[in-house]
């Protein structure tokens, strides 16, 4: 889990809920804009919910894949700090499939 918690400044939603009858515990006040959360629990029964979004399968080949995404972040980062040029329209070279 180690890397999961970026930011530890917790804020308490609600206190004290009890699970339902099924073990259910309704957190939508503490819900983000994620499609999924990835659960974690430790020892002492502490848990906590990283809120994940999906990839499309097509694009899963970059996160998968460290020197490729680092080259993205390098790009990124350069053209952030005005370090790119212009290499010109790139349409005259495109090709339809």
């Known amino acids: 889990m180690k890397g999961v918690i970026k930011d530890s400044n917790f804020k308490l939603v609600t206190e004290m809920q009890k699970p339902d009858a ?3 515990l309704s957190i939508g006040q503490a819900m ?3 499609a999924a959360y ?3 629990r430790n020892p002492l029964g502490q848990i906590v919910l990283d809120p994940v979004k999906a990839v499309p399968l ?3 080949w970059l996160y998968e894949n460290k020197e490729a995404m680092a080259s993205v972040k390098r790009g990124i980062a ?3 700090a005005g370090r790119t040029r212009s290499l ?3 349409a005259p070279n ?3 499939e």
């Open 38 to 40: 990835n659960i974690y």
């Open 32 to 34: 983000e804009d994620a």
């Open 22 to 24: 099924k073990k259910r």
């Open 58 to 60: 097509h694009e899963a």
């Open 78 to 80: 350069d053209s952030a």
């Open 88 to 90: 010109g329209a790139f």
């Open 94 to 96: 495109a090709r339809e």
